[in-house]
């Protein structure tokens, strides 16, 4: 995969020399968010990667954007400070209406504005989405949003936000199919729907933020709705089909996790390997000791097996085909391949491994992460047992 779109990877490389250590402990320490990155990654392009050029992005395909942030991770950054901007960007470039993409695209693709947050999750619900209970009820012109949304990273540093919120109660009775109320129930997947916020209008206004204190500087947030009023003009695709709008983006997003893992597991192992040949102890090279060296050994075998199947998942993604099996599968053995290359790199580094300096300890907090965001090992391997090998559904 590291031969995949060669120049692009290079350029990156380059970007990402001008933040190096220093920078990113710097903003770990201090908890702050990467501004002067993120901008440097506006200013070349490369969040706009995936915005179609008539909009004026690079309308490159997904496995561009995949590349981008595995070098970001390779090199020791953290992609998560801006990866939100490619994956949410699928909801409205699939489900958006020619007047939003209009409204929004141009000013993303040219940085004015910045789509980095995506609020799903809430306090009770957590993976289960379809029981989410933040309100969106009409207006006249406006939904008025009152709930509660958790883990909603960069939302402080977002001015545009997709919001999932439920225009329907759970359970509520429907006669979409033409028959009577109370014969026909509403499908669990229905009555929710998605919103464009305009956060620089929300808060203050019926939206507060509040952060929330972290193991790594993820600059992830509680949002509070009470009373919000948002456009109608702003509800992407129908009303009441919120889950398929988001759905449609979450192979997208896994696949684009997936790559920032590989790139995470490559910089340990690099990082791993180079100082089990170069550190002496007992008057040899401790890489020369096999139970230093097998575990660096295993993850880089991990690491490769994970890279093909993200390969798979972008091939088939690109291709329009389903590829729900592949970007789960490459998200869970990415993030596992990645852990096993932390854990790896800081046992070969010995105490020397929590001492911040190296850079370790941060790029293992950071990565242990993508073994419960997204979304957790445990809910990709019920998505496998029940889509992939058909057993009974587990809830």
């Keep these: 995969m590291s031969e995949d779109h060669a120049d692009i990877r290079e350029a990156v490389r380059k970007l990402c020399a001008r933040f190096g250590g220093a920078y990113w402990r710097a903003k770990d320490k201090a908890r702050e968010y990467p501004t002067a990155f993120v901008r440097a990654m506006g200013d070349a392009g490369y969040l706009a990667a995936l915005i179609p050029t008539e909009h004026g992005g690079s309308g490159l395909p997904l496995s561009a954007a995949a590349a981008i942030l595995e070098e970001v991770h390779a090199s020791g950054g953290n992609g998560a400070a801006c990866h939100a901007q ?21 000013r993303i693709a040219s940085g004015e504005l910045r789509l980095q947050a995506f609020a799903v999750s809430e306090p009770d619900s957590g993976s289960d989405t379809l029981s989410l209970a933040t309100r969106a009820v009409r207006d006249g012109d406006d939904y008025v949003i009152t709930g509660q949304k958790i883990w909603t990273s960069r939302a402080e540093h977002s001015d545009v936000m997709v919001l999932l919120a439920r225009t329907a109660p759970l359970g509520e009775t429907a006669s979409r199919a033409g028959l ?66 988001i759905v449609s983006g979450m192979n997208a997003e896994r696949l684009l996790i997936a790559a920032e893992c590989i790139g995470d597991a490559k910089w340990f192992i690099d990082r791993a390997t180079a100082y089990a040949k170069q550190r002496v102890v007992f008057g040899r090279a401790i890489g020369q000791n096999q139970g230093v060296q097998f575990p660096i050994a295993r993850a880089y075998a991990q690491m490769r097996a994970a890279e093909l199947m993200v390969r798979d998942g972008l091939a088939r993604f690109e291709a329009g085909e389903a590829c729900g099996e592949q970007a789960n599968i490459a998200k869970m053995l990415a993030a596992e391949a990645s852990f096993a290359a932390g854990e790896a790199c800081l046992q070969t580094h010995g105490g020397f491994g929590f001492a911040s300096q190296y850079d370790i300890e941060r790029k293992w907090r950071e990565t242990r992460l993508y073994q419960v965001a997204p979304i957790s090992t445990n809910m990709i391997l019920s998505y496998i047992g029940e889509h992939v090998l058909g057993m009974p559904r587990s809830f």
């Excluded at 699928?90 to 209009?102: E, I």
């Excluded at 947030?221 to 003009?233: I, K, N």
């Design 86 to 106: 490619m994956y949410v960007m699928g909801t409205v470039l699939r489900h958006g209406s020619n007047v939003q993409k209009a409204a929004w695209l141009p």
């Design 180 to 245: 009577p109320v109370g014969k026909a129930r509403q499908k669990r997947t229905e009555g929710l729907s998605a919103f464009i916020v305009d956060m620089r209008a929300a808060v203050g206004h019926g939206l507060s933020i509040r952060q929330i204190d972290t193991m790594m500087n993820h600059a992830t947030c509680a949002l509070f709705f009470d009373g919000l009023r948002v456009p109608a003009a702003n509800l992407i695709g129908e009303e009441g089909q919120g889950f398929r709008t």
